[in-house]
């Protein structure tokens, strides 16, 4: 028998990550390794666990797994912070106001543009030469 959990999924560019919140002793478990050796980069660790600080939500009551997949560091770091958020929501709608006004809600659309026919990346030209 499983027990109760709340599940968020984040994106950010091309990571996804599937975040469940648990009641449980404050294991934060990132694809099957501690959070702080997955995610070894300054600052990861403080955006993601930003939701946690912003609703004031005690994470040693809370056991977190994620899996995540796809993209580079910055963007399944995103990708988790946004699930984290998801799932902070539904385990207490009221913090929707708080979580809102921090601009965790919200997800980040902005992904790399296509390269175009022509040109050697989305944007750059070739460069022009008159003879």
């Given at each position: 028998?499983?027990?109760?959990?709340?599940?968020?999924?984040?994106?950010r560019?091309?990571?996804?990550?599937?975040?469940?919140?648990?009641?449980?002793?404050?294991?934060?478990?990132?694809?099957?390794k501690?959070?702080?050796?997955?995610?070894?980069?300054?600052g990861?660790l403080?955006?993601?666990?930003?939701?946690?600080?912003?609703?004031?939500?005690n994470?040693g009551?809370?056991?977190?797994?994620?899996?995540?997949?796809?993209g580079?560091v910055?963007?399944?770091?995103?990708?988790?912070?946004?699930?984290?958020?998801?799932?902070l929501?539904?385990?207490?709608?009221d913090?929707?106001?708080?979580?809102?006004e921090g601009?965790l809600?919200?997800r980040?659309?902005?992904?790399?543009?296509?390269?175009?026919p022509?040109?050697?990346?989305?944007?750059?030209?070739?460069?022009?030469?008159?003879?």
């Amino acid at each position: 028998m499983s027990a109760q959990y709340y599940e968020g999924i984040g994106r950010r560019k091309e990571a996804t990550a599937r975040v469940r919140l648990m009641s449980g002793s404050g294991r934060f478990i990132v694809n099957e390794k501690p959070i702080d050796q997955y995610f070894t980069r300054l600052g990861d660790l403080d955006a993601i666990l930003a939701p946690f600080k912003i609703t004031g939500e005690n994470l040693g009551a809370l056991d977190v797994t994620v899996q995540v997949k796809g993209g580079g560091v910055t963007g399944q770091t995103g990708a988790v912070q946004l699930g984290v958020a998801r799932a902070l929501l539904l385990m207490n709608p009221d913090y929707r106001k708080v979580l809102r006004e921090g601009g965790l809600l919200t997800r980040d659309a902005r992904v790399k543009e296509r390269k175009k026919p022509g040109l050697k990346r989305a944007r750059k030209a070739p460069t022009y030469t008159k003879r």
